[in-house]
Nanobody, 120 residues
Framework: QVQLVESGGGLVQPGGSLRLSCAAS????????MSWYRQAPGKQRELVAA???????NYTYSVKGRFTISRDNAKNTVYLQMNSLKPEDTAVYYC??????????????WGQGTQVTVSS
């Protein structure tokens, strides 16, 4: 019914940049808060950045000043611009969206995950 498709991951050198995209498709009434999580091997999944439907953003401390979350509501897409990447940013990044369908209240939906590797 609802699918989040992520793209943009890859291998970059420290100091490099990547832009992740996550597009929602399917049948839904509205998309509210969208966010990015990441999970490194052996570590818990953590919230990286979130953006509300009105554009309010928040970030985990470790990425402040380096990452920027944005969204294009016309495209049902959320982005994560990742600059000044560090090896510790290496993780699988997951898109999350709070989505209401025509028959259900808001639920969390997850993308499939995209690998980001920062290495020399």
């Amino acid at each position: 019914q609802v699918q989040l498709v992520e793209s943009g991951g890859g291998l970059v050198q420290p100091g490099g940049s990547l832009r992740l995209s996550c597009a929602a498709s399917g049948s839904f009434f509205s998309i509210n808060t969208m966010s990015w999580y990441r999970q490194a091997p052996g570590k818990q999944r953590e919230l990286v950045a979130a953006i509300t439907g009105g554009g309010r953003t928040n970030y985990t401390y470790s990425v402040k000043g380096r990452f920027t979350i944005s969204r294009d509501n016309a495209k049902n897409t959320v982005y994560l611009q990742m600059n000044s990447l560090k090896p510790e940013d290496t993780a699988v990044y997951y898109c999350n969206a709070r989505i209401a369908t025509m028959t259900e209240d808001e639920h969390d939906y997850w993308g499939q995950g995209t690998q980001v590797t920062v290495s020399s």
